[in-house]
């Protein structure tokens, strides 16, 4: 690790805050930083901040996305903020009645939503869908992830580990609960496998 050049990019070099909890890079290599004090990017030389005077709903961030179309999506304590190509940020829709966003997932049908009030889909009209699977609809997902296959992925303590195929919804066979234990998020793996992460540790799902 000492060889590694570490450079580090905190309140002193203009970071809203010395936490960050979410990070993702767009098109042109700009890193989004999400925190409890507000938004940043950072383009490998300076760090621009966002705040609410520049459109945010709220400064208390958790979590974020990039569209195909450069769209930064911004999860927050109050609902879902838009980062516009052109910088203007404004909320997905003006009347948001489902609390906090934990979990935000891009798909080629909409995107999904992981709120204090269960998981939500939003359509390419910013329409808003409340998925109707009884162990989703007012669950946290604190994991959402697309697998190589298109199929979407939700995990989180409450529900477990379930997957989106053919519309539906169910668990996926041959899962072995007492390896991870109980559920907390999921990400990519190497090639086309899941990494589920649970309080006993890390386990390995294939595409298949």
């Not at 000492?2 to 960050?20: D, E, K, T, Y």
């Not at 400064?59 to 516009?84: K, M, N, P, S």
Request: with cysteine.
């Amino acid at each position: 690790l000492g060889r590694i050049p570490l450079r580090r990019i905190g309140r002193s070099q203009g970071m809203p805050s010395g936490q960050a909890h979410h990070l993702v890079q767009d098109a042109q290599g700009i890193f989004w930083i999400a925190t409890p004090g507000g938004l940043a990017s950072y383009d490998g030389s300076s760090v621009r901040t966002f705040s609410r005077k520049d459109g945010l709903g709220t400064q208390g961030l958790r979590t974020l996305a990039v569209t195909a179309d450069g769209r930064v999506l911004v999860g927050t304590d109050v609902g879902l903020d838009i980062v516009e190509p052109d910088g203007r940020i404004h909320p997905l829709v003006p009347d948001w009645g489902y609390g906090l966003v934990e979990q935000i997932a891009v798909g080629k049908d909409g995107v999904w939503l992981g709120t204090a009030r269960g998981l939500v889909k939003c359509d390419a009209n910013h329409k808003l869908f409340r998925t109707d699977d009884f162990r989703l609809a007012n669950a946290l997902a604190t994991g959402l992830e697309f697998d190589s296959e298109g199929r979407l992925w939700a995990a989180g303590p409450q529900f477990g580990l379930l997957m989106r195929e053919n519309d539906r919804w169910r668990s996926p066979e041959n899962w072995d609960w007492t390896k991870a234990g109980s559920v907390q998020t999921i990400a990519r793996g190497p090639g086309d496998t899941l990494l589920v992460g649970g309080e006993n540790g890390i386990v390995q799902i294939r595409a298949d």
